[in-house]
């Protein structure tokens, strides 16, 4: 059963490398799209993970596959800057846009 649960953190890393793939793109409603199954994902592992324990090698990979899914992140960060600053400019602080 253990190998459900290292198959959740492979999934979310190839989520983040697909949100990765598409701000590379620029293609922020897939980033979005991505980000949501990252989301639902995690919420399983979550739920999963109460009932169930990684192996010491799985463990291993865990620690490696995070690593991973923080690098994407950092990188989809880096190049969100520019596009979350022309929205700011577009939409300003105002928080009438956020109801």
Not at 8 to 22: P, Q, R
Not at 33 to 58: D, M, T, Y
Request: proline residues 3%; contains cysteine; charged residues 25%.
């Amino acid at each position: 059963m253990s190998q459900m649960l290292i198959d959740y953190y492979k999934a979310i890393e190839d989520s983040s490398l697909k949100m990765l793939d598409a701000a590379r793109a620029e293609d922020w409603d897939q980033v979005v799209r991505f980000e949501g199954a990252c989301a639902v994902l995690i919420e399983q592992l979550r739920a999963k993970a109460h009932s169930e324990e990684l192996l010491p090698n799985q463990r291993t990979e865990k620690t490696r596959i995070m690593q991973r899914i923080l690098q994407n992140d950092a990188q989809i960060r880096y190049l969100a800057e520019p596009w979350l600053a022309h929205c700011d400019q577009q939409f300003g602080d105002s928080p009438q846009f956020l109801h």
